[in-house]
């Protein structure tokens, strides 16, 4: 289920079996890397669309959440816990962020949810991104199945 009207009012009446949140994180730059930063923030959110698609029903994906790079580790991980610790208290078990990787190894973030990192998409064609989208889909789908088995 998506964080929209429609789907919010399905979640209601099902909430006790929608267990996982799921949040895009990206990172937003409007320089000279603002190309390659809105391609990033298009893969993550059509990924995290094909995801929830494939296991509906169990998740509600939640709007992307955009950071400045300029956040220090510490930063992050309060507003990283910060969501977690409210998702939880409004009743998910699970709270997991959708990020690139590259991104990410570069930082030291200590949060109580799960961070997927998702992988780097090189696709120059609309086909190749489409194919690079479902290949890491249902990787990804491999892992929430993990989560909820543990």
Known sequence: MKWELGSIQEYVQAKEYIDTAIIPLVTIEAGENSISSARQV??????????????????????????????????????????????????????????????LEQRQVNVSGDILRVQDSEAQSVDDLKGDILKEAKRLTQTFIQIWNR
């Open 42 to 103: 298009q893969y993550i959110v059509n990924l995290a669309n094909q995801i929830e698609g494939q296991i509906r029903g169990r998740a509600m994906l939640f709007p992307v959440l955009s950071i400045v790079p300029r956040y220090t580790d510490e930063q992050l991980t309060e507003l990283l816990n910060e969501y977690v610790k409210q998702l939880q208290q409004d009743g998910f078990k699970n709270v997991v962020f959708l990020t690139q990787k590259s991104w």
